[in-house]
């Protein structure tokens, strides 16, 4: 086992767990939420990762002939739903931030403990 | 609980999510040896099949379409959530437009920038539109071109004031628009039940593999989806700019 051939998954480990890891320790919602885009990216890393073929390009033939050696088109339409998926999360959790701040007037999630109903 | 507790017991949990994460990754192939048949199979008749030279729009809007539709929807009822969330509260005042943060001034947008805004405001739309239109030949497609496209509003944003950007986006016409993007792909799904008899069969003609028109169904599915993309990061955009730019916060009902 060489560990360099691993070395995508691992990345996708690490991203994983630091994402997850701000998202814990984070002290303001919008770091929070961007913790949680960085935890998310792991996925994308480790789909593509997953569809990798060594020397392969990518699986779009328009100037190169059909047959050549391509990655995996699965994974990579799966990332960019991904992708999508991820931003809207994003975008939804923003404005249940601003909703926050406006209301109890802190982004603090540690000042949310006497969040009522 | 505390932060120190919390770190340490995230820390612990880590340890063990992080060593059964790297055990299972053991099992997997090495990255770079590809065994799965799916995409091998894919590479090999996705383009006699369907006309599309990029087998990654091939797989998105037409194998698994149905899957991609959801993932339309999702970003609709996220847009709808955000418009939702952000709306005119009770006890906002909705006041002019102002160009500064509260209790300073910022400095007002400089000549160069607005000359660069407008400048790049053209060929970005215009690239926007070629990544829409091209998603079956080459890299692209309607969520890129549609993210392209809604950059077009934000450049109208930077180059001049919120105001301009409320004038060329008039609010119905965005929602319209977003709507209809969503719609045209169940549409287009209907399409191909009526034709072909199973929802979004590829039922339109495939013309030549590489031409502008081709693909069947992939290249309308691909403007239906730019158009609800572009039209739903309009729409995210100026909820968040109202935020800031037109909502006073004399709603503030802090505990």
Redesign the interface.
């Known amino acids: 086992m060489k560990p360099l051939e691993y070395l995508p998954y691992l990345v996708a480990a690490w991203l994983f767990l630091v994402g997850v890891y701000g998202v814990v320790t984070s002290r303001n919602l919008i770091h929070a939420v961007t913790c949680l885009a960085v935890a998310q990216s792991s996925t994308y890393v480790l789909l593509l990762a997953i569809g990798f073929r060594r020397d392969a390009t990518a699986p779009i033939f328009f100037d190169v002939p059909l047959g050549t050696r391509a990655v995996d088109p699965v994974v990579a339409s799966l990332a960019l739903t991904d992708v999508v998926v991820g931003s809207t999360v994003t975008a939804l959790l923003l404005a249940l931030a601003v909703q926050i701040h406006k209301r109890l007037g802190t982004l603090d999630p540690n000042e949310l403990r006497s969040m009522k109903g | 609980m505390r932060?120190a507790t919390?770190?340490r017991a995230?820390l612990a949990a880590?340890a063990v999510?992080?060593g059964l994460?790297?055990w299972g990754?053991?099992g997997?192939p090495?990255?770079?040896?590809?065994n799965?048949p799916?995409?091998?199979v894919?590479?090999?008749v996705?383009?006699?099949e369907r006309h599309a030279?990029?087998?990654?729009a091939?797989?998105?809007f037409d194998y698994?379409g149905i899957?991609?539709m959801g993932?339309e929807f999702?970003?609709f009822?996220?847009?709808v959530?955000?418009a939702i969330?952000?709306r005119t509260?009770r006890g906002e005042a909705e006041h002019e437009p102002e160009e500064e943060v509260r209790g300073r001034d910022v400095p007002g947008t400089s000549n160069a920038v607005r000359v660069a805004g407008l400048a790049m405001l053209g060929p970005i739309v215009l690239y926007g539109i070629y990544v829409v239109a091209h998603g079956h030949?080459?890299?692209g497609?309607g969520?890129q071109g549609g993210v392209v496209l809604a950059t077009g509003a934000l450049l109208v944003y930077l180059s001049g004031e919120y105001v301009t950007l409320r004038r060329v986006r008039p609010v119905n016409a965005v929602d319209r628009a977003e709507a209809a993007g969503a719609g045209a792909y169940v549409v287009i799904g209907l399409f191909g039940l009526v034709a072909g008899g199973s929802f979004l069969y590829n039922a339109l003609p495939l013309g030549t593999t590489?031409e502008l028109v081709s693909a069947g169904t992939i290249l309308p599915i691909n403007v239906a989806v730019g158009l609800e993309v572009a039209a739903g990061f309009v729409l995210?955009l100026s909820?968040?700019l109202e935020?800031t730019l037109v909502l006073g916060?004399s709603?503030?009902?802090?505990?």
């Open positions: 932060p919390r770190r995230f880590a999510v992080g994460l790297v990754m053991g997997l090495p990255a770079g040896v590809y799965g799916y995409g091998l894919l590479n090999q996705a383009v006699p030279t990029n087998v990654v091939a797989v998105t698994r899957d991609t993932e999702i970003l009822a996220a847009v959530g955000v969330l952000l509260m030949l080459t890299p497609g969520f590489g995210l909820e968040f935020q916060a709603g503030r009902t802090g505990p």
